[in-house]
Structure formats: structure tokens, C-alpha cells
């Protein structure tokens, strides 16, 4: 692992919008490179209201004074961003796919919270697709430690295995599931820019068929973390303990518009294991969310 590092102050958080911009121009060559210790800071970042209203009513939560569970990785993207469009980031940001993410938070966070933000990036590991590489997250509010995210990409490289695209087959991880009522949910194909307008995420991957399909995909696609943040508001109370863990999973990417089904199924005393999956059972979002007592980072 490199030694170097480089380390970022910052006063306020960049415009999603201008990181994307710069991240469309970027045109690094897609080859292994060595990844350095990078990391941003920012020391006080607040929920805008117009933006944190227009996120609960794309995602389904209520105003509870209260920020969703998810959010705060919604307010970080933006240090996210600037630390992958860093020259001293070996591979471009565009093409980039978040695999897995996994969220602790011990309190919950006031909306009008004055939050301290960090947000490092060290190392790489090497896997059949290519490489995958983990964003660290850390929030604090009045100079503790309230939530913290480990964020998960991957960057295919060439030469790497392509996920097989053979039929689902059930497997022991779908037991759990077969006892849970069923959830219908259409997802219309303006989803993508409903929460790019909360989130700032203006990836054109996510907006239209005509953006997304020089991506490699034939109709855009709905955001991850706008499936997890709808997940979480579909399991209403138990998702707002104070200190819980979330993880998910993307198995495939959920295309727009579609009609697809959300399951939960509860998991002992432990919390609730939830999934979306297509119609035909090809999962594209697994994930567990546990009460804080039960549960650490894995």
C-alpha cells in the first residue's frame, strides 16, 4: 500500500453539480493504478430544507424533525465525488458502480443539525470485475461521533469477468423471504430526476434513455441509494431507532420505469432483512437493517 496522502480542508462542500461536470471531462485511461490515502474535511455542513423536503417526498419519509437514516450519505456524496475526481485517483469517476454500502449510526441527527463531515479513501483490492475501492464516512454533531458509512465501488477494468446474466436460482438467502408478504411497487421513469433535484446527483446515467444508454444501459437506471432510502421509509418505525445498522447489497441495476417487489422478513430479535427484486426474483437490492446492540461493522 502507497504511503502517500493527501488531505483536503475544506469551508464548504463542493456543488454536486460542478464534481459531475468535471468528472464527464476526465478522460484517464481505464488501467490499474496505484490508489493513495485521500481524504476531505468539512467542518460544519447542515440540511438544506427545500432539499431535505424534496428527499422525503421522492423517498417516502415523513417529517419527523428528524434526518432520514440514510441522508447523511446524501449530504456527503458531494466530498465523495471530489475526492474521486482528485488527479492523484488513479481511475475515472464515470463508470464507477456502488456494489455494497454499510451505514452505523448510534443517535439520530436533528434536521437543522450542524454536522462535521469526513471522508477518506485508502487502498484497493483486486476482484474477478476489476478493483473495488471503499469510501469511509464519518459524521459528527456536537463534537461526537453520530453516524458513519463504509461505501463500497467498484471499477471494471479491462479484461475483467462480467457478472453472469443467467437466470435467478433460490438460494438459502432467499428463505428468509418466503414467508414475507409481498410489496408491489411501480417505479416511474422520472424517478431518476425526481431525486437527482433532492439529492444533486445529476449522473446522466440516471436521468433519461437517451443519457444512459452510451453507459451500456438501454433505459436509466434508478439511483442505489434512492432504492435503499425508499426501503428504509417502507419499514416506517423500526427504522427510526436511535442507533441502528444498514447494509445493502446492489445485485442488478432496477431500470426505468419498472414494476418491481419489496419483501421484508424479520430476523429473530435482531432487526428486519428487506430485499427488491424484479418480478421474475432476480434481486436488485439485499440488505439488513439491526439494532445498533446486535450489530457491527463487518
Request: charged content about 25%; proline content about 8%; some cysteine.
Amino acid at each position: 500500500m502507497s504511503h502517500t496522502s493527501f488531505v483536503l480542508e475544506l469551508d464548504t462542500v463542493p456543488a454536486l453539480a460542478t464534481e459531475l461536470f468535471r468528472a464527464a471531462l476526465d478522460r484517464r485511461p481505464a488501467r490499474p493504478g496505484e490508489v493513495p490515502r485521500l481524504e476531505v474535511r468539512v467542518p460544519r455542513l447542515t440540511a438544506l430544507p427545500e432539499a431535505l423536503a424534496r428527499y422525503r417526498e421522492v423517498c417516502g419519509f415523513d417529517a419527523d424533525g428528524f434526518l432520514p437514516l440514510p441522508y447523511p450519505q446524501v449530504l456527503a456524496a458531494p466530498l465523495h465525488l471530489a475526492l474521486l475526481n482528485r488527479p492523484e485517483f488513479p481511475y475515472r469517476l464515470l463508470g464507477m458502480i456502488h456494489v455494497r454500502n454499510h451505514i452505523q449510526q448510534w443517535r439520530r441527527l436533528e434536521d437543522g443539525a450542524s454536522l462535521r463531515v469526513r471522508v477518506w479513501l485508502e487502498g484497493q483490492r483486486e476482484v474477478r470485475q476489476g478493483r473495488e475501492l471503499e469510501l469511509h464516512t464519518e459524521v459528527e454533531a456536537d463534537g461526537r461521533l453520530a453516524w458513519r458509512a463504509l461505501t463500497t465501488m467498484l471499477r471494471r477494468l479491462p479484461g475483467a469477468s462480467e457478472r453472469s446474466r443467467e437466470a435467478p436460482k433460490t438460494t438459502e438467502e432467499d428463505t428468509p423471504f418466503t414467508h414475507g408478504r409481498p410489496s408491489p411497487w411501480d417505479v416511474p421513469e422520472n424517478t431518476g430526476r425526481r431525486y437527482a433535484r433532492a439529492s444533486g446527483d445529476y449522473n446522466p446515467i440516471h436521468l433519461h434513455a437517451l443519457t444512459a444508454r452510451p453507459f451500456g444501459f438501454p433505459r436509466a437506471i434508478a439511483h442505489g441509494m434512492w432504492t435503499v432510502s425508499r426501503c428504509v421509509a417502507e419499514m416506517g418505525e423500526v427504522a427510526e431507532a436511535p442507533a441502528l445498522t444498514l447494509t445493502s447489497e446492489f445485485r442488478r441495476p432496477l431500470l426505468l420505469p419498472s414494476r418491481v417487489v419489496f419483501q421484508t422478513a424479520v430476523l429473530a430479535e435482531e432487526g428486519v432483512a428487506y430485499q427488491v427484486r424484479a418480478e421474475d426474483g432476480t434481486p436488485h437490492v439485499r440488505g439488513e437493517l439491526l439494532r445498533e446492540e446486535t450489530a457491527a461493522i463487518r
